[in-house]
């Protein structure tokens, strides 16, 4: 089959573009060095940015979030909560900014309500009695796994193929032209060309390297940003911190529990990101000046990504840089058929698609229109289980004591996991403990994959899935990616938990050799 | 006094009802001393039933050990700060001799091989080395070192358990095992839980049926191996029982907790030590500890009753780390929870943990715990003994890692023996000494 775009990195910007080129008729293949959403898409906020927060810095970027989180919470219900959100300025926060912040907002027509102190902690009883200002802002939630998982199920309903764990290492050039782009298998080493009319690299903060390989030149700046799960869900809204962008300012809750972030730390290189004891405490200390309870609440774990920033010329310092996207066209590299979309929200990433979509079209000579704009992201049931909160629902609903629970911090049934391995294998897949993980809730809970680690992986040799010769390897690999987030949150009951867990895979299993 | 406030008064109150507590007061009651036990049940309920005495060390370089008690000499010798390194080898397996002869009259028998660790095949096909095995675990301790031909059998609902799982996991070293999924006998409670399973097997009629399922996929295996619930309360019978109706030796793999093997552990210390007439306050916690002015201990107990006092002329602290409660960790450092007595510890929490989770090393914070002399009583900041007769045993001791060195039940029965044998009546006439 003639290919006739590859589509480098599989985060919501490379599958949200695989979803419009697919419903414009473009075959199109995504080629990812791990498994979907491996870069800043699995590792962020889930903030759907009204804007609010970039008026005072980006005015263009502020409309951009208006505009597109309004089509997402129209379009794709399932994946968005809308929680509405509030901006708190406590005692010591510049005046200023507080008084310019509704002029902004007015200007960007971000609709931002100025609330009573008394009613702001009525809506939110979290908030300190230090609060000084509130307003209220449409900011709502974001999965973007479920995301991610629904664009790219339309996209391969539609004939788009996804090639997991295959990494561009380089591409064969033919004059002014990409001929075929070199993958190498991750895990076989083997390699891999492929052919097409046109290249289009989504690899996020990786976009720099993948220009490279081509012969092109592209600048990035790597900012780190790491943010902490809490036990319980603290609050009904996003809570943003009214001053200028800084680290600890916003709280945003995902289902059952509450995500606070960030920080903002510049990286040389792109890869093996984690965050540190360090980050995680000057993230509480700065949480609790406007939630005093995130001083006393148990964290469960924290993560960290890289957002992909492309750098400008002056250098006022990473939360500067802009959050816009940008499409390099590289012919001005002298490449005809390669380009790069990088920067950027997951909140515009839809419009970042169909930006490269037109590019890519016009180039191929196709003249359908994006339909993203209007048509609603289809649901399939098989890719809804990364949702906060939609098993115990579901579980509540139809109890089936038949059906054991596997995981119980998020009441995953087998049944569930029969149905995402169906699923993957559909699509091709083979359905590792690491793929069943990152489709469902599992391991995200309190225990952290302290019991269902355990058990899914048992799950897995019984059907035939995993190899009995793997199965300790897959479990060892799922438990490693787990403690890179735990370690930095192992004190209180977080610490009890992790011990419970040493002692059953170290004291109990043996498992360390 | 508030009203309501129960008192009681004892020789000595020891705090903490996991493996170490429950053992110090069974060594206590051998010397005659007038014990209370106080102590939520704690983790023993998350145990595998299995013992292990020592079996890695150094951790550095993952060095496993066929001889315990040579492996113990070596410990001694590199890490004298180690609470075995306090502990003599003739007090170690006086302990263990004492503990094994109670359980086994208890109805809880262990086995062993006096000078050698085992291995026993566990959950997840992995293979575990110890030192003392339920009798129930014992024969696949054999077939696995004969290689036997042998059936795993698992059941429909348990979760954690595959025994396809464990034959492919174990396949290159154990070829040849065969495996069968059985329906669980006895109707429609739930099956996920291996409570459940253990209870049910406690009626004939169950036994019978299951035994009948599994002698038809029987074969040609010489021994068969089932998730480790065979039986709560009466598990010897049961085995017995079974083991009859199927005709060939069966063997219990430890399961994943929560596990029945604890429980029945529980269930043995409490039976027993009761009869030896420890007073046993299995449902309450230690608030605080006072001193009074003439050296005796003052304790507040929550109950679900309401509050007591407890006094006592000594207090043994067996009460266990992060998971038992008897330490706890802060943004800024690990505590003691009942006295703030010093804690061994690293200077800041990020280096608490290494950066692997299962690094074979183990995690500076493993090695945390109370500072001890001789006497095993907790050291005060002055580096001499908190009280004359306040004692510390089990897995709250400092400068050891029992998950990694293979040595949880071992450290917490050696240190509660010397703990008890520390311990001297004020007057001098209650109490005999324990060898
Ligand atoms: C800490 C943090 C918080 C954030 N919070 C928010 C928020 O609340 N709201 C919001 O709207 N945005 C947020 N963002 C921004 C948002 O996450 C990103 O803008 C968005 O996810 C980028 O998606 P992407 O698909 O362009 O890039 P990525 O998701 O990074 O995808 C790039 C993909 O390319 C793959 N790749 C790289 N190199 C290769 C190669 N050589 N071969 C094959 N594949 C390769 C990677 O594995 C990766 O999967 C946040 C970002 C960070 C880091
Ligand atoms: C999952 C798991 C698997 C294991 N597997 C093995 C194995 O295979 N082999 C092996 O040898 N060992 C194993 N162990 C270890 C062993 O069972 C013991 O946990 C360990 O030796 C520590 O025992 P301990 O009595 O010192 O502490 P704990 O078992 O932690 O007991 C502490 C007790 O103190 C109580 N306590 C604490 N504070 C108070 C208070 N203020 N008032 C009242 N009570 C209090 C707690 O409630 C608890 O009962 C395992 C442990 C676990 C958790």
Redesign the interface.
Known sequence: MHIQVVIIGAGVTGLGLARDLALRGVSCIVVEQGDFNSGASGRNHGLLHSGSRYVSSDTEVAAECLEEADLLKKLAPQCVEETGGLFVAVEGDDETFIADFPLLCDKAGIPARALDIKDAREMEPCLSDRIIAAYEVPDATVDPFKLALQNFHQAHQNGTKLLRYHKVVGFKRNGGRLKSAHLVNTETGGAVFVEADQFVSAAGAWCGEIARMAGADMDMVYSKGSLAVTHSRLSERVINRLRKPADGDILVPGGTVSIFGTTSLRMDVPSDV?P???EV?HL?SEGAAMIPEMETIRYIRAYAGIRPLIKSGDDGGDRSVSRGFILVDHADDGLDNFLTISGGKLTTYRLMAERTADRVCERLGVCRPCRTREEPLPTDPAWEWTEPGLAPREWIKHPD??D???CECEMIPASVFDSVIGSIRAQGGSPSLKAVSLRTRMGKGACQGS?CG??V???L??R?DI???D??AE??RF??E???GE?PT???GQ??QS??K???????????? | MPTGVKEIGCELAIIGAGIAGLSAALFAAHRGIETVLVGETGEILFASGLMDLLAVHPLEEGKTWDDPWAALTALRRDIPEHPFARTPTADVAAAFDALLAFLKNQGLPYRRRPDRNVEVPVAMGAVKRTYCTPETVWNGVRALEEKQPCLIVDFDQLRGFSARQIASTLEPRWPGLRTARLPFPGGTFSQQYAEQLAMALEAPRNRASLACDIRACLGTARSVGLPAVLGLYRTEMIFEDLQKRIGVPLFEIPILPPSVAGLRLQDAFHRGLAAKGVRLLPHHRVRGIRYEHNGHFILDITALDGEHTLNADAVALASGRFLGGGLRGDRNGVRETLLDLPVYQPKERAAWHRQDFLDPRGHPVNAAGLIIDDQFRPLGHDGQPVHERLFAAGSVLAHQNWMRSKCGVGLSVATAYAAVNAYQPIDGTRGEPGR
């Open positions: 984690r540190t004891v360090r405490d509480v004591h038949e054991p629970l596997l019991f355990a058990r992986t048992g799950y040799c019984d035939g190899a009995g010769r199965a300790h479990l060892k438990l490693q787990r403690w890179k370690r192992l004190w209180g610490l009890v011990e419970l040493e002692a059953i895979y170290c004291g109990l299993l043996g498992m360390e050799t």
